[in-house]
């Protein structure tokens, strides 16, 4: 079964400074997704960032972007020119990229315990 | 809709007792999932559906635990008896379709629930 690993519950950072949440998983799959969610106060999951594995280029939105290890299977995101709306929890999370209905993956996500963000006027 | 919605948007009720929580994916999302948020913990899948496939219920933590989904849209959870344990928020997610694992999740913002 897989597993995702987030080993730092808080992180605080200076605002316009740059933050980097680590994230490790645990797969025998070739093939998969994973992604980074922001949850601020409001409970709204919303998704920052997708990496494909079988792109090896690192996935880049805007101040975010991805260090994607796969061999290493580490998937940290760093925040750049950090804001503080960008205070939230921070989870990480894997997917089969391949969705079966013989009793194998279903397409559910898989996530970690998440990282607390704080962000320092 | 635009997003997907859930009610309540929290729930207080005694131990016990008898909740519903209902979930209204986005139109045309066929795929369907309930997570639970502990205090200080990540997501932990419960039950998802897809079209009219029957539910994948393996993540259900107890026979108190139900769900269904009425039309492949309207969703509904229900836990009965409740206990202090299921105190938790309560995630719903749709997406386009279960078939890739290119297709993203959108949350709604979710249900608290508290059990005295």
């Known amino acids: 079964a897989q597993t995702v690993t987030q080993s730092q519950p808080e992180m605080s950072v200076q605002e316009a400074e740059t933050v980097t949440l680590s994230c490790t998983y645990d797969t025998s799959e070739s093939d998969y997704y994973l992604f980074w969610y922001k949850q601020p106060p409001s409970r709204q999951m919303i998704l920052v960032i997708r990496q494909e594995a079988y792109k090896q280029q690192n996935a880049t939105e805007n101040r975010f972007s991805v260090n994607f290890q796969k061999a290493a299977k580490s998937f940290s995101l760093k925040i750049s020119d950090s804001q503080l709306g960008d205070a939230a929890m921070y989870f990480c999370?894997?997917?089969?990229?391949?969705?079966?209905?013989?009793?194998?993956?279903?397409?559910?996500?898989?996530f970690g315990k998440g990282t607390k963000l704080s962000v320092k006027p | 809709g635009a997003g997907v919605s859930q009610s309540p948007s929290n729930k207080v009720t005694e131990k016990g007792k008898d909740v519903e929580l209902r979930c209204d994916p986005i139109s045309g999302h066929t795929a369907l999932y309930w997570y639970r948020q502990s205090l200080g913990q990540g997501l932990e899948f419960l039950i998802y559906f897809q079209g009219n496939s029957a539910p994948d219920k393996s993540g259900l933590p107890s026979d108190r635990f139900s769900a269904e989904r009425t039309g492949g849209s309207v969703s509904t959870l229900t836990i009965q008896r409740t206990q202090q344990e299921d105190s938790a928020v309560y995630l719903c997610?749709?997406?386009?379709?279960?078939?890739?694992?290119?297709?993203?999740?959108?949350f709604g913002a979710g249900s608290r629930l508290t059990v005295l």
């Open positions: 997610a749709s997406s386009r379709g279960a078939s890739s694992g290119a297709n993203v999740l959108t």
């Open positions: 999370a894997y997917r089969s990229a391949y969705v079966r209905w013989d009793g194998g993956s279903q397409g559910n996500l898989i």
